[in-house]
């Protein structure tokens, strides 16, 4: 009992005051984790969960007492005594000049960039277009950098804007990068590089010339790129979107559902976009879930066109006369079962078997066996990865 006691009193000594809120802390933790585990919101770009701190964007910079200069709080571990505070008027301002930097760093053009209305016409009609005829950022609305903006109310004119020098790639099956709305923060290198460990994408040149590159500076689809999206879901704006569009209609209500990953057994927990209906997105769980922790394959994450497609069965076919013809279920069963009894009486029971698959719940395959041992008498059960 003593030695519980000298426990829990040596953990009280770990404590960090945060806006004069006095919070305990386990060592190793950053500010922003101390911060996050007791709700109090300090903005990141660059920072991603489960990966190492790149400290690119610097827009989570708070003030510690006694030190001159402003603190990143995703990469600085908390302190015994520290004093923190993240919304004085030397961080907002700070982080005010920060996201206008960022803001007129290439095309985001969200109505939050300060233009007298001649350059903001043609800045416009430049972007529209360099995206080909989209009337909006395919993000709009879902950007984290369009957030913190309309948050801390940036303005942007004593800021010199960068145009991009760089084509948006469309040569990937499903990804568009769009260097012009990229802010090199970094977040799809650490999901590339050490969440997914595919090592597929880098930072490439300095200065005005930097980009975040592909191999030798490939398109994706010519890179080590398996498309499995982990960086498409970690970034904060619109700089990597799908080939094929979320949400075909903005105005429409768009439903999140989640539900486990058909694909395989593993059993990955997704949440699903559907718009009247049909599916528009995947993403991986957003509140870390095992067994994927937010993490999908290509298959889970953009092999769903499938589901809504036209040339989807609706009714059994059974071929006759050469000629697959609908039928009713009844038909169908009698057909399967007459057929089954048939080639057991003539050929004997081990001459069939049963195929399932790893896609389908574990109840279904003991049924499958159960039908297989009971009904066929067989002990010829397997199962296919491709079904």
Same mark, same amino acid.
């Given at each position: ?61 708070? &003030? ?7 603190? &990143?709080?995703? *990469? =600085? ?9 993240? &919304? ?8 005010? !000049? ?26 416009? +009609?430049?972007?529209? !277009? ?16 369009? @957030?913190?903006?309309? +948050?801390?109310?940036? #303005? ?43 090592? *597929? ?31 498409? #879901? ?18 429409? @209500?768009?439903?999140? =559902? ?10 990955? !927990? ?14 991986? *769980? ?18 769903? @066109? ?38 057991? @009486? ?42």
């Amino acid at each position: 009992m003593l030695y519980i006691n000298v426990q829990k009193s040596e953990a009280m000594e770990h404590v960090i005051t945060i806006n004069n809120n006095q919070l305990s802390f386990t060592p190793g933790q950053t500010i922003l984790d101390v911060a996050a585990d007791n709700n109090i919101y300090i903005p990141t770009l660059c920072h991603l969960k489960h990966a190492s701190p790149t400290k690119t964007c610097r827009v989570c910079v708070v &003030e510690m007492q006694g030190e001159d200069d402003l603190i &990143e709080a995703c *990469a =600085t571990p908390a302190e015994n005594g520290m004093i923190i505070h993240s &919304e004085s008027h030397r961080v907002i301002q700070e982080r005010k !000049q920060i996201i206008a930097t960022l803001l007129n760093t290439g095309n985001h053009n969200c109505s939050i960039r300060n233009l007298d209305p001649q350059d903001w016409t043609q800045f416009q +009609m430049n972007v529209h !277009q360099a995206d080909q005829g989209n009337p909006l950022c395919p993000v709009w609305g879902d950007c984290e950098l369009q @957030d913190l903006a309309y +948050m801390y109310q940036v #303005q942007t004119e004593a800021v010199d804007a960068v145009p991009c020098q760089y084509e948006t790639e469309r040569a990937n099956p499903f990804i568009i990068r769009d260097f012009s709305r990229c802010i090199l923060c970094g977040r799809c290198i650490k999901a590339c590089n050490e969440i997914q460990v595919n090592n *597929a994408i880098e930072f490439g040149y300095e200065g005005v010339d930097a980009k975040i590159i592909a191999g030798n500076d490939v398109t994706l689809k010519e890179s080590e790129c398996v498309f499995c999206g982990e960086c498409l #879901q970690a970034c904060p704006v619109g700089a990597l979107v799908p080939e094929q569009p979320y949400r075909h209609d903005r105005f429409i @209500d768009t439903v999140k =559902t989640r539900t486990t990953c058909s694909y395989c057994g593993v059993g990955c !927990q997704m949440d699903i976009y559907a718009q009247n209906n049909r599916i528009v997105k995947i993403d991986g *769980a957003d509140d870390d879930l095992a067994p994927n922790y937010g993490s999908l394959c290509v298959k889970g994450r953009f092999g769903y @066109d499938f589901v809504g497609s036209e040339h989807r069965l609706t009714t059994p076919m059974l071929r006759k006369n050469g000629e697959l013809e609908p039928v009713s279920w009844d038909e169908a069963i009698n057909f399967v079962a007459t057929r089954f009894n048939e080639i057991k @009486d003539q050929y004997g029971p081990d001459t069939m078997g049963v195929l399932t698959s790893a896609r389908i719940t574990n109840e279904d395959n003991y049924m499958s066996q159960k039908f297989a041992r009971g009904v066929l008498k067989t002990n010829n059960v397997d199962h296919c990865a491709r079904l």
